[in-house]
């Protein structure tokens, strides 16, 4: 039950946050399976030996309540709305509406954030990966969501920033963009960029769960799939978009641009003893500063290091790493014409 301290500590917090944020605007698991009566012997004790071994942490795990995916979306929504207001929903008339519904919106953020980031923070501690091992009461939850919660929330403001001149860069970018209220309101690459940017932010503070599930709504929205862990720089410009993956461990400079279909992805996963992919480790390519990446480009390799100001041609597969200022390009494939009717050859 939220009580009324709770609510007094997010009046105070918004405040602080929606005067900060107005300074940034220009005016002009799976489900669990329940083993069924006819299952075999074997699989019962196998059942039976899990439940045995089980963590105290797994245990909280399989009986919590988990974030719910349509509240992320309701989040990413709303979120949108406080970078680009009046383009999401409704149209903005004036200095006091527009702070009015700017304050409805951050309040709407804070609650659901609250609820979702409670419910997540019970996973932080389960699995090898994590980067902190303690087991977690209530009272620690309450007070890790709302040092979470509010660290985000201060965060909007330099988040925008960034996003402005992510905005700028497409606008530079392409020439067939026309405004600035074009690129906001229909590029698809910008609209993944923006939910990534704080989704890694929740990353950076170790919450499970969420910064995925948000990165993973604007996949399904833009076909662009950024892993929430990437570290992406200033002035990032995806054109078109559609099938672009970028990695976990990749790390990206300022003013990249990179077109459809390009993949900075990982050339092989070392095993562990027991032969799983091993967690933690640098698995996908830097990308330094003013590169540009063609369309259908692959780039492989935590060791892989694409120089500055190199130019990456189209279809390329790239698995070592390219100098500063370089040009890699395909060797010019042959064409073969032939005529559809005799099967002939052309040219």
Same mark, same amino acid.
């Given at each position: 039950?939220?009580?009324r301290?709770?609510e007094?500590?997010?009046?105070q917090?918004?405040?602080d946050?929606?005067?900060?944020?107005?300074?940034?605007?220009?005016?002009?698991?799976?489900?669990?399976?329940?083993?069924?009566?006819?299952?075999?012997?074997?699989?019962n004790?196998?059942?039976?030996q899990?439940?045995?071994?089980?963590?105290e942490?797994?245990?909280?795990?399989?009986?919590?309540?988990?974030?719910?995916?349509?509240?992320?979306?309701?989040?990413?929504?709303?979120?949108?709305?406080?970078?680009?207001?009046g383009?999401?929903?409704?149209?903005?008339?004036?200095?006091?509406?527009?702070?009015?519904l700017?304050?409805?919106?951050?309040?709407?953020?804070?609650?659901i954030?609250?609820?979702q980031?409670?419910?997540?923070?019970?996973?932080?501690?389960?699995?090898?990966?994590?980067?902190?091992?303690?087991?977690?009461?209530?009272?620690?939850?309450?007070?890790?969501?709302?040092?979470?919660?509010?660290?985000?929330?201060?965060?909007?403001?330099?988040?925008?920033?960034?996003?402005?001149?992510?905005?700028?860069?497409?606008?530079?970018?392409?020439?067939?963009?026309?405004?600035?209220?074009?690129?906001?309101l229909?590029?698809p690459?910008l609209?993944?960029v923006a939910?990534?940017?704080?989704?890694?932010?929740?990353?950076e503070?170790?919450?499970?769960?969420?910064?995925?599930?948000?990165?993973e709504?604007?996949?399904?929205?833009?076909?662009?799939?950024?892993?929430?862990?990437?570290?992406?720089?200033?002035?990032f410009?995806?054109?078109h978009?559609?099938?672009?993956?970028?990695?976990?461990?990749?790390r990206?400079?300022?003013?990249?641009? /990179?077109?459809?279909? +390009?993949?900075?992805? !990982?050339?092989?996963?070392? *095993?562990?003893? %027991?032969g799983?992919?091993? $967690? #933690?480790?640098?698995?996908?390519?830097? /990308?330094e500063?003013? +590169?540009?990446?063609? !369309?259908?480009?692959?780039? *492989?390799?935590? %060791?892989t290091?694409i120089g $500055? #100001?190199?130019?990456?041609?189209?279809?390329?597969?790239?698995t070592?790493?390219?100098?500063?200022y370089?040009?890699?390009?395909?060797k010019?494939?042959?064409?073969?014409i032939?005529?559809?009717?005799?099967?002939?050859k052309?040219?």
């Amino acid at each position: 039950m939220i009580g009324r301290g709770y609510e007094i500590k997010k009046t105070q917090n918004l405040d602080d946050v929606l005067e900060n944020l107005l300074l940034t605007y220009n005016k002009a698991d799976p489900a669990v399976h329940e083993v069924s009566a006819e299952q075999s012997e074997a699989e019962n004790q196998r059942r039976r030996q899990f439940e045995a071994e089980r963590s105290e942490q797994d245990t909280i795990a399989i009986h919590s309540k988990l974030p719910s995916n349509e509240e992320i979306t309701k989040l990413c929504i709303s979120l949108e709305e406080i970078l680009f207001p009046g383009y999401r929903t409704e149209v903005l008339n004036g200095d006091a509406r527009f702070k009015l519904l700017l304050g409805k919106t951050l309040d709407e953020i804070y609650d659901i954030l609250y609820d979702q980031v409670s419910k997540s923070l019970p996973f932080r501690w389960l699995g090898e990966y994590t980067k902190t091992k303690k087991s977690l009461i209530s009272r620690e939850i309450e007070s890790e969501t709302e040092f979470i919660v509010n660290t985000i929330l201060e965060k909007l403001s330099c988040i925008r920033e960034l996003i402005k001149k992510d905005v700028l860069a497409a606008y530079n970018g392409d020439p067939a963009a026309m405004s600035y209220a074009e690129i906001i309101l229909s590029y698809p690459g910008l609209r993944a960029v923006a939910i990534y940017r704080i989704a890694h932010e929740l990353y950076e503070l170790d919450v499970p769960l969420i910064p995925r599930m948000m990165t993973e709504y604007a996949h399904s929205e833009t076909g662009i799939d950024i892993h929430p862990g990437a570290q992406i720089g200033e002035s990032f410009f995806i054109d078109h978009g559609t099938g672009v993956v970028v990695g976990e461990t990749c790390r990206i400079g300022n003013r990249v641009k /990179i077109y459809q279909g +390009v993949t900075l992805g !990982a050339k092989s996963f070392p *095993l562990d003893a %027991d032969g799983n992919p091993i $967690k #933690g480790i640098k698995r996908h390519p830097d /990308i330094e500063d003013d +590169v540009i990446i063609y !369309a259908g480009a692959t780039i *492989l390799g935590g %060791d892989t290091v694409i120089g $500055k #100001g190199s130019v990456i041609g189209g279809n390329v597969w790239v698995t070592e790493s390219i100098p500063p200022y370089s040009v890699v390009i395909q060797k010019h494939a042959e064409i073969e014409i032939r005529n559809a009717d005799s099967k002939t050859k052309v040219a």
